[in-house]
């Protein structure tokens, strides 16, 4: 891979360390991917009428229109490199997409934000594992690694 590939790659790029051993991977779910996409649509839609409502729109409906075609747009454009991005935790490592790597040591929290997982660093980096299936099962894999316990 070159540099540029190995940057827009959507699954860990970086080798493994000499000793460093693949714990588990974590994958987007579809059905997660969708559901949070409805629910956003649900909120573009009523915020869209909302909008169209207060501005005196005797068309308020197509607010709701605008709202689910944005977000439907949006669900179908990128839900080919959403849905392939993978991350990878290791006895030392969490390893995602474009090339992030993450010291276990250097993670100062883990915050649940609807299906997705926040890693926050000690430096005030952010990193998200997005539409995860089981957001806590997830914080609790990356916790027992952190512990030096295995995912």
């Keep these: 891979m070159t540099g540029m590939e190995t940057f827009h790659s959507m699954t860990p790029t970086t080798p493994l ?4 051993e693949l714990l588990t991977s974590f994958h987007p779910d579809r059905a997660t991917y969708y559901r949070d996409h409805a629910l956003l649509a649900a909120v573009a839609m009523a915020l869209g009428m909302a909008a169209l ?25 990128v839900a080919s490199d959403e849905l392939a991005a993978r991350w990878d935790l290791t006895n030392r490592r ?4 474009q090339a992030r790597a993450v010291r276990l040591g250097e993670i100062s929290d883990l915050r649940v934000l609807g299906s ?5 660093t000690r430096s005030g980096e952010k990193h998200l594992l997005k539409y995860q299936p089981d957001r806590d099962a997830t914080r609790n894999r990356i916790t027992a690694a952190m512990a030096g316990g295995q995912a």
Excluded at 17 to 20: I, K, P, R
Excluded at 64 to 71: I, T
Excluded at 94 to 97: E, I, N, R, V
Excluded at 116 to 120: G, I, L, N, P, S
């Design 116 to 120: 997705a997982v926040q890693v926050v």
């Design 94 to 97: 969490l390893l995602g997409p």
């Design 53 to 77: 409502w207060i501005a005196g729109n005797p068309h308020v409906w197509t607010g709701a229109v605008g709202g689910l075609a944005a977000v439907a747009v949006r669900a179908f454009y």
């Design 17 to 20: 360390a000499e000793g460093e």
